[in-house]
Nanobody, 121 residues
Framework: QLQLVESGGGLVQPGGSLRLSCTAS????????IGWFRQAPGKEREGVLC????????NYADSVKGRFTISRDNAKNTVYLQMSSLKPEDTAVYYC??????????????WGKGTLVTVSS
């Protein structure tokens, strides 16, 4: 069964950090472009960051520039989203996606079920 599983979400105080993981089963992640999306309560889903199979990254959201980074460990079949200086407005369900082509024109094939990140004091 082909699936993506996110982990690492939870409750964190403003200014804190979290690292989310996206692990694939049933397929090899290093062939794919991987993106992180998020959806906050009452808001539309938005793209956060993307990393191509060659390792180049693209930022989809200006609000996370300088605070979030994306990386991949192909040996572990895992992509990470490192989040720092978290703000309450970062509260959302975070999803990872796998797809084809490059980050600026992706075609998304697989979606994870998401992991909840809550930033609150």
């Amino acid at each position: 069964q082909l699936q993506l599983v996110e982990s690492g979400g939870g409750l964190v105080q403003p200014g804190g950090s979290l690292r989310l993981s996206c692990t694939a089963s049933g397929f090899i992640l290093d062939y794919y472009t991987i993106g992180w999306f998020r959806q906050a309560p009452g808001k539309e889903r938005e793209g956060v960051l993307c990393i191509s199979n060659s390792g180049g990254s693209t930022n989809y959201a200006d609000s996370v520039k300088g605070r979030f980074t994306i990386s991949r460990d192909n040996a572990k079949n895992t992509v990470y989203l490192q989040m720092s200086s978290l703000k309450p407005e970062d509260t959302a369900v975070y999803y990872c996606v796998a797809g084809r082509r490059v980050c600026i024109t992706p075609l998304w094939d697989y979606w994870g079920k998401g992991t909840l990140v809550t930033v609150s004091s």
